[in-house]
């Protein structure tokens, strides 16, 4: 099994910073896409940020962004530590949510590629 692990939430002022952090562990044989979503008080889960695998490019492959962080939010993967990183800068209200990484990956080189889910960490902006 693989086991994703969140860290780098909390509480930060409007047009503050935050690093999210999100590692992976167990039986890895490979790691594709690596997402983060993000899930606001009473809204439904959305998708933020998403890189596919590349193998030079820390950004990953195809980088790709929510409308309402373009800009603002860097995606970005270490594949050597199976670890995806979530920049979040000039954050603001609207931004508060329960964040989640998402980790396409296979634990054999024959088994599927299946979607694990990090435990969410909470972002709060607020003066």
């Known amino acids: 099994q693989v086991q994703l692990v969140e860290s780098g939430g909390g509480l930060v002022q409007p047009g503050g910073s935050l690093r999210l952090s999100c590692a992976a562990s167990?039986?890895?044989?490979?790691?594709?896409?690596m997402s983060w979503y993000r899930q606001g008080p009473g809204k439904e889960r959305e998708l933020v940020a998403s890189?596919?695998?590349?193998?030079?490019?820390?950004?990953?492959?195809?980088?790709d962004y929510a409308e309402s962080v373009e800009g603002r939010f860097t995606i970005s993967r270490d594949n050597a530590k199976n670890t995806a990183y979530l920049q979040m800068n000039n954050l603001k209200p609207e931004d508060t949510a329960v964040y989640y990484c998402?980790?396409?990956?296979?634990?054999?080189?024959?088994?599927?590629?299946?979607?694990?889910w990090g435990q969410g960490t909470q972002v709060t902006v607020s003066s």
């Open positions: 998402n980790f396409v990956a296979q634990t054999t080189s024959w088994g599927p590629w299946t979607h694990y």
């Open positions: 167990g039986s890895i044989f490979s790691i594709g896409t």
């Open positions: 890189s596919g695998a590349h193998p030079h490019d820390s950004a990953g492959e195809h980088p």
